[in-house]
């Protein structure tokens, strides 16, 4: 309908005539049964929000983590100062006043990443692991036995055991994600820059990460690994073995 019959129409600014009369006069609802309807089909709704700006900025996951943990920092001491408590130095911890960053500190900003990039890439799953509903079987991860921890951080149980008996527990990142991609590029670099089966082995030890392989080669063709990492027996610079313990062993020398 065009805007200049709108503009006329009774039905648009009014409404259906029977809102004018009481409800027992009003027309009879209509129940649909919801269930079991040929022609709806189940769906699952992904939701990605963006990556804040300022974490896209950094380039170094030493860097990030470290800003990050400073930024909560102040956060908190704001809240304290808010809160009156600021005045007593018994309040605050030493790490909340000291000028270097606890290892603490640097931790809780690790897991806020961590969650954060989890939260932007992956929000059904988080939805469905807090309520307990199963995601659906084409999902990716609805083979996985997963769990979520008291910092909200997703879990992924393996089938391989720690020492003590109980099931190892790796946590979960999306491999697209400019987090994550920053710390496996930050572990590259920290381990010498290895090969790309030692890189996966090291990441895997502490994360589940899927299409690890493909961006781990990726890294690893952009920087060969130092010359710690691949001696050969040419590099090697042999010492000459002692002459009087040589003439021992072999007189004819």
């Known amino acids: 309908m065009p805007a200049t019959e709108l503009i006329n129409t009774k039905l648009w600014w009014e409404g259906p005539p029977w809102l004018t009369l009481p409800p027992a006069k009003w027309p009879p609802i209509l129940k649909i049964p919801l269930k079991n309807l040929p022609e709806t089909k189940p769906a699952c709704l992904s939701i990605v929000s963006p990556t804040p700006e300022f974490v896209t900025r950094f380039s170094s996951f030493f860097k ?3 800003i990050v943990a400073w930024i909560y920092r102040f956060v908190k001491n704001a809240k304290l100062a808010a809160a009156g ?3 007593s130095s018994k309040s605050l911890s030493t790490s909340s006043t000291s000028s270097f960053l606890a290892w603490e500190d640097v931790a809780g900003a690790k897991t806020k990443l961590i969650n954060m990039a989890q ?3 992956n929000p059904e799953v988080l939805s469905a692991v ?3 509903v199963n995601l659906p079987k084409s999902h990716k991860l609805s083979k996985l036995q997963l769990r979520m921890d008291k910092q909200g951080t997703l879990k992924i149980i393996c089938r391989v055991r720690n020492r003590s008996g109980t099931p ?5 990142l999306p491999i697209k994600h400019h987090i994550t991609r920053l710390m496996i590029t930050s572990l590259h670099i920290k381990h010498g820059h290895p090969w790309t089966s030692a890189l996966i082995a090291i990441i895997s030890e502490e994360f589940f990460i899927p299409g690890l392989r493909n ?3 990726t890294i ?8 710690g990492h691949m ?10 073995y002692p002459q009087a313990e040589l003439l021992l062993l072999h007189p004819s020398f």
Do not use: D, G, N
């Open 231 to 240: 001696l050969t027996h040419s590099h090697i610079r042999w010492e000459p």
């Open 119 to 121: 939260q932007q890439q």
């Open 130 to 132: 807090k309520t307990k």
């Open 220 to 227: 690893s063709s952009r920087v060969p690994p130092v010359k």
């Open 85 to 87: 408590h600021i005045a």
């Open 64 to 66: 990030l983590s470290r």
């Open 168 to 172: 190892k527990e790796l946590t979960f």
């Open 215 to 217: 961006f781990a080669k």
